[in-house]
């Protein structure tokens, strides 16, 4: 058995492990990261590379469908769902570099491919060696929830960790689940010529914003991807190619492939957690504001804490506890500055509060500001002039902003920095932007909220009155 001691462990080499192992050995500390499976993770092997380079073949087949508004002839798209699969892999291929054990050791991390296991509270065994850590990072992330409907077992399905890998097109691909991966999927699949039906146990998207999800939904059902709401699956049977999903409503549903879409489940099974003390929730590993678990040597980082479940977040995670670990400094974690956003066409992004949760949470001292897209120069001369812009607005600052719409993915980063840097809607409309740009609704937003101030106001109209009738 090889010793190591080291200053940092860092278990799993995903979004957020990468990134302490990173910034910690190039700052100057010893580190030791282990990963059992793929380096790289969920979110280049089958999270959000694989499924953002799928979307992406999607689009250039409904783009292909639907040119003749530009002035362009309509043509049915020739789509290679093999070929299209074999992008996906050429993209993975492309980011893997930046992810990989030689990139990696090159910055002078030892990097050890075997799954870890606590032995005590500052040790972890892997493979042949046990490794004695001064601070422990557990990034381990979270898998496929398949959760125990009768008749799973016996009929085949896909998952997020199989679904790329699928090289012949299903001809209708019934997907569980209409959370974010269920409706990304969903209509990269019809766009590439697969019939698609999403079951959902309660109202897809909803975790967003109901009026932005509903744009979303009904675009996806224009496409033809039918939606079942309030349809909780209770039993599935069939065959490959003949599979039936029965809803406890007693609707029923008939398809060639199955995707289980169902939310996640952190890893913890190989960790052998209870020999470190460390506690965990329903969701993951109890951790801490700071992200300490129960044992204080001890962090947890990433989807496997069980917040939000993002790689950025996995990302900001990596920062914060890279300054308490290295520098001993106070370092905390908040989730009101974080955006999120679902790559469906159009997309959907949010920070901070919902509409629903602002006014749940500041009443009537929150007012609402909205945009409509189709006010917008640029999104009229592409045509994309579906969707809006809301920022919930409490005493001039924002406290939550939804985006449906094109780039609403993009147009979510400005109000990150806005919020995180507690500016105010005057900052906001304050900014100059280019014409004729898409990211102008961000200061129409702000525009919008200050119009009734300015012009609907009859204080603002006497002083005007006044300057005008005096001055010379
Ligand atoms: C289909 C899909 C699409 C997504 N799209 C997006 C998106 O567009 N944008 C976004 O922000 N997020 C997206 N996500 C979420 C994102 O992938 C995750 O939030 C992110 O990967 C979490 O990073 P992590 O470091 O916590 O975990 P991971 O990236 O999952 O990495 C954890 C690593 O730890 C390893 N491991 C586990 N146990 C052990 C152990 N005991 N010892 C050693 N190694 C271990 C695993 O093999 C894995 O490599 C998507 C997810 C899915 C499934
Ligand atoms: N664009 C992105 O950033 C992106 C994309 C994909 C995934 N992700 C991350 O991955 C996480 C997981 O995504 P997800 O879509 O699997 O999970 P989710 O929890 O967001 O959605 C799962 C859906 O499945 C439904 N469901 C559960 N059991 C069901 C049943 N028996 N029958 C019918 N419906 C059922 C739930 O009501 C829910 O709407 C997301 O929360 C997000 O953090 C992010």
């Known amino acids: 058995m090889e010793q190591i001691k080291t200053d940092i462990l860092v278990i799993g080499a995903g979004s957020g492990g990468l990134s302490v192992a990173s910034g910690a050995v190039q700052m100057g500390a010893d580190v030791v990261l282990l990963e059992g499976h793929k380096m790289g993770g969920d979110c280049l092997n089958f999270g959000c590379v694989p499924s953002k380079a799928l979307i992406a073949s999607g689009k250039a087949a409904y783009g292909q469908a639907h040119s003749d508004v530009y002035g362009v002839a309509n043509v049915v798209p020739q789509v290679d769902y093999a070929a299209a699969k074999d992008h996906v892999h050429d993209v993975i291929a492309q980011i893997a570099p930046v992810d990989s054990q030689e990139r990696f050791e090159g910055l002078g991390v030892r990097v050890i491919r075997e799954y870890g296991s606590f032995i005590s509270d500052t040790q972890v065994k892997a493979g042949d060696a046990v ?4 601070r422990i990072v557990i990034a381990t992330g979270s898998s496929p929830l398949v959760p125990p409907i009768p008749g799973l077992d016996d009929v085949p399905y896909e998952t997020n960790e199989t679904v790329f890998d699928l090289r012949t097109r299903p001809d209708h691909l019934l997907i569980i689940g ?3 991966i269920g409706m990304e999927m969903a209509q990269a699949h019809i766009r590439l010529g697969t019939k698609v039906t999403v079951i959902e146990g309660d109202r897809a998207l909803g975790k967003d914003d109901p009026e932005a999800a509903a744009l979303v939904l009904e675009s996806q059902r224009a496409e033809g991807v039918i939606i079942e709401e309030g349809a909780k699956a209770e039993k599935i049977s069939g065959t490959g190619g003949a599979i039936e999903v029965l809803a406890a409503d007693g609707r029923v549903f008939k398809g060639s492939h199955l995707l289980m879409a169902v939310g996640r489940k952190s890893n913890i099974d190989k960790l052998n957690l209870d020999a470190a003390g460390i506690e965990t929730t329903k969701t993951g590993i109890k951790v801490d504001d700071s992200l300490r678990t129960t044992n204080r040597k001890v962090y947890a980082i990433g989807d496997v804490a069980g917040g939000m479940q993002f790689t950025h977040v996995a990302g900001y995670h990596a920062g914060v506890i890279i300054r308490s670990i290295l520098f001993g400094l106070p370092s905390k974690a908040s989730t009101s500055h974080i955006p ?6 159009p ?5 901070g509060l919902t509409e629903e949760q602002a006014r749940e949470e500041h009443g009537d001292r929150m007012e ?3 945009f409509d897209f189709h ?10 002039t579906k969707g809006f812009i809301k920022a919930m607005i409490v005493k001039g600052r924002p406290v939550g902003v939804t985006i449906v719409g094109h780039q609403a993915g993009e147009l979510i980063n400005f109000w990150s920095l806005v919020m995180v840097n507690k500016l105010k809607m ?11 740009t898409v990211t102008e609704v961000n200061k129409r937003v702000a525009g919008a909220y200050f119009t009734p101030r300015l012009f ?3 204080t603002v109209k006497r002083v005007v009155g006044l300057i005008q009738r005096f001055v010379p």
């Open 347 to 351: 997309e959907l992004a949010q920070i």
């Open 131 to 134: 490794i004695t850590a001064r």
């Open 368 to 370: 609402v500001a909205r």
């Open 426 to 436: 005057s900052q906001v409309s304050a900014m100059v932007s280019p014409y004729p």
């Open 456 to 458: 609907e106001n009859p």
């Open 375 to 384: 006010h917008n120069d640029r999104l009229i001369a592409e045509r994309k």
């Open 178 to 180: 209409g959370g974010p």
């Open 340 to 345: 999120w956003a679902t790559y469906t066409d």
